[in-house]
T-cell receptor
Framework: AQTVTQSQPEMSVQEAETVTLSCTYD???????LFWYKQPPSRQMILVIR??????QNATENRFSVNFQKAAKSFSLKISDSQLGDTAMYFC?????????????FGQGTTLQVKP | DVKVTQSSRYLVKRTGEKVFLECVQD?????MFWYRQDPGLGLRLIYF???????EKGDIPEGYSVSREKKERFSLILESASTNQTSMYLC???????????????FGSGTRLTVV
């Protein structure tokens, strides 16, 4: 069975600085997808970034980038130039590529506080 | 703007009541999911559906049932609410993966259920 682990329950960062959130996962499959979702205080979950396991290049979306280490089964999220609006809970998620349901498996979440 | 709409943002029910949580999506997605979110546990899958009248158990289905009579609507039913079902409930939807591609979910904004 696949599992996703986020070992940092809470983190904080000063505005404009860089922070990295950690995520590890366990699978014996080769074809899968990884995601980071953001849940602000409004509770609306928003997709931040998506990585396809067969792509070696790390995904990037503006100030958000990932460090995907397939052999180590690690998928960390880097937020550059942190803004107050980045304050949220962040979830790492995994999906098997061969799945016919697209079911996501989530980590425990990391609460990020951006301080002014 | 595409949406997943959950009928209630906050709900308070009494122990033993039958509770219905409704979710509607306007994106013509095949898949719909119900998760519960608890601190330190992340999101755990209760049930999902990949077609009308089709349903599959997730990781924690005990005490819950679901109904999907129309493609756009997926209901979660607590047959006899108990205090340990006090939680945040999140509905999500997605397209069926095509060619093994995982798209991730679109989420509703959650229902915070308190059972007293």
């Amino acid at each position: 069975a696949q599992t996703v682990t986020q070992s940092q329950p809470e983190m904080s960062v000063q505005e404009a600085e860089t922070v990295t959130l950690s995520c590890t996962y366990d699978t014996s499959e080769n074809n899968y997808y990884l995601f980071w979702y953001k849940q602000p205080p409004s509770r609306q979950m928003i997709l931040v970034i998506r990585q396809e396991a067969y792509k070696q290049q790390n995904a990037t979306e503006n100030r958000f980038s990932v460090n995907f280490q397939k052999a180590a089964k690690s998928f960390s999220l880097k937020i550059s130039d942190s803004q107050l609006g980045d304050t949220a809970m962040y979830f790492c998620a995994f999906c098997l590529g061969a799945s016919n349901t697209g079911k996501l498996i989530f980590g425990q979440g990391t609460t990020l506080q951006v301080k002014p | 703007d595409v949406k997943v709409t959950q009928s209630s943002r906050y709900l308070v029910k009494r122990t033993g009541e039958k509770v219905f949580l409704e979710c509607v999506q306007d994106m013509d997605h095949e898949n719909m999911f119900w998760y519960r979110q608890d601190p330190g546990l992340g999101l755990r899958l209760i049930y999902f559906s990949y077609d009308v009248k089709m349903k599959e158990k997730g990781d924690i289905p005990e005490g819950y049932s679901v109904s999907r009579e129309k493609k756009e609507r997926f209901s979660l039913i607590l047959e006899s609410a108990s205090t340990n079902q006090t939680s945040m409930y999140l509905c999500a939807s997605s397209f069926l993966p095509a060619g093994g591609v995982g798209y991730g979910y679109t989420f509703g904004s959650g229902t915070r259920l308190t059972v007293v």
